[in-house]
């Protein structure tokens, strides 16, 4: 079993919806949560970075930690055709090993 | 400006070949990383590095090495050992050397085995 689960989609989705990307994880020790967006061929870019559990907001994303759940969200506001992507989720934990593990990744299509 | 860049963006290597993939970074970051990634999975962490002249494995590192003999650099030997090497390479470094702080990508190499 993977320790980070993510739905490959993709997920197709009108121009002006909300979008809902989520990931599950099991490793309790993941304290630093992260969700990078990849267009093809090029390297990821950092979208949000939190620590622990609860909310933040950056314009039209907002990330979301549900640590009892071991449950992370990212929200996307008014969807953009730019926004057509694929999401990466990413953790790191405290303990141990320091160095990102990824979920495998989220396709998304924003129809105009 | 101020950034991670890879070379080449492309690299063809013929099997049997070793290749070294550059990686070089003017953030000033301790940690630099090594991902593998390939058509519809994640990253795979193949090597890392927290401080100068140290570096240690991650989940994938047979047929690879490294070497982190300046800050800025780290570069990635794609041996002949590696079975199959054709894949998208990224390079990482974050600013922490635990790591806990965000982390930012190069544009990559795409390498295929010819």
């Known amino acids: 079993q993977k320790e980070v689960e993510q739905d490959p989609g993709p997920l197709s989705v009108p121009e002006g919806a909300i979008v809902s990307l989520n990931c599950t994880y099991s490793?309790?020790?993941?304290?630093?949560f992260m969700w990078y967006r990849q267009y093809s061929r090029k390297g990821p870019e950092l979208l949000m970075y939190?620590?622990?559990?609860g909310n933040k907001e950056d314009g039209r994303f907002t990330a979301q930690v549900d640590k009892s759940s071991k449950y992370i969200s990212l929200f996307i506001r008014d969807s953009q055709p730019s926004d057509s992507a694929t999401y990466l989720c990413a953790m790191n934990r405290d303990t141990g090993r320091r160095a990102l593990t990824f979920g495998s990744g989220t396709r998304l299509q924003v129809q105009p | 400006d101020g950034g991670i860049t890879q070379s080449p963006k492309y690299l063809f290597r013929k099997e049997g070949q070793n290749v070294t993939l550059s990686c070089e970074q003017n953030?000033?970051?301790?940690?630099m990383y090594w991902y593998r990634q390939d058509p519809g999975q994640g990253l795979r962490l193949i090597y890392y590095s927290q401080i100068v002249n140290d570096f240690q494995k991650g989940d994938i590192a047979e047929g690879y090495s490294v070497s982190r003999e300046k800050k800025e650099s780290f570069p990635l030997t794609v041996t002949s050992a590696q079975k199959n090497p054709t894949a998208f390479y990224l390079c990482?470094?974050?600013?922490?050397?635990?790591?806990?702080?965000?982390?930012?990508f190069g544009q990559g190499t795409r390498l295929t085995v010819v």
């Open positions: 490793n309790s020790a993941f304290q630093y």
């Open positions: 953030l000033n970051h301790d940690a």
């Open positions: 939190t620590y622990s559990s």
């Open positions: 990482a470094s974050s600013i922490n050397p635990q790591g806990l702080t965000e982390a930012f």
